[in-house]
C-alpha cells in the first residue's frame, strides 16, 4: 500500500501568543522535526509538507528530510487552504493519506503506525480497496474527534475534483457515511497546543 502524507505547518500560532507551532520545541527538537521523523519511521512513501507564515524557518527545517515543502502563499484564508494545497502536491496514485497537524507533541510512530492498522483493517472488512475505495477512518477517544486522521487516495481524489474546490473537513460533512470512527483510550489523539497554558506539556 503506498501512502502519502500532508503536514500542516502554516499556522501563525495567534492563539499561543505569535509563537510558531511547528518550531516549539520538545526534547531537543522542534515538533516539525519529531513528527517528520515519525512520518520516516513508519514508512510512509510521501510526504508533503504545507509552510505558510514563518515559512523561512519552517522550511529550513523541513528541506533536511525527503520531503516536499509547498508554501502557502495566503496562509491568513486559513488551515482549509494548507490542506487544498497538500493534498493537490501529493502523488493521486496513493492508496491512503494520513493528514496531520503540527501541534500534537505526543503524536508518534506509535499512533501513526494504530492509524495505518485502522485503516489497513477497514478496508479489508469491505473488501478491499477495490471493492469499498472510498475510506474515511478518525480515532476518537471518549466521544473527542482526534488526529491525524487517514483517508483513502479515491477520498482525495473526489475532493480534488470537487467543482467548489471543498476541503477534506467540508467532504466529510457532505459524507458521514464513508466515517468510520476507531474508539481507543490513546489520549495522544487529542492532546494539542492551543492555547498558552497548554506550553507545560513540553516541559
Known sequence: MRIGAVLLAAGPGSRIGGLPKALLQLRGLSLLEHHLI??????????VVVSGFYHLQVEAIAQQFPVRVV????????????VRLGIEAL??????????????PFITKVELALLIQQFTVRAAVL????SFPKIIVIPQVQGRRGNPIIFSGAVMCAILASVDKL????????????????????????????????????A
Open 71 to 82: 508554501r502557502n502563499h495566503a496562509p491568513e484564508l486559513g488551515q482549509a487552504s494548507s
Open 91 to 104: 502523488d493521486t496514485k496513493c492508496d491512503a493519506i494520513i493528514m496531520m497537524l503540527c501541534d500534537q
Open 127 to 130: 473488501g478491499g480497496l477495490a
Open 38 to 47: 515519525a512520518l520516516n519511521e513508519v514508512e510512509v512513501n510521501e510526504v
Open 167 to 202: 476541503s477534506c473537513r467540508q467532504y466529510f460533512d457532505l459524507h458521514p457515511e464513508l466515517i468510520t470512527y476507531f474508539q481507543t483510550d490513546n489520549a495522544n489523539f487529542v492532546t494539542d497546543i492551543d492555547t498558552p497554558a497548554d506550553l507545560h506539556l513540553l
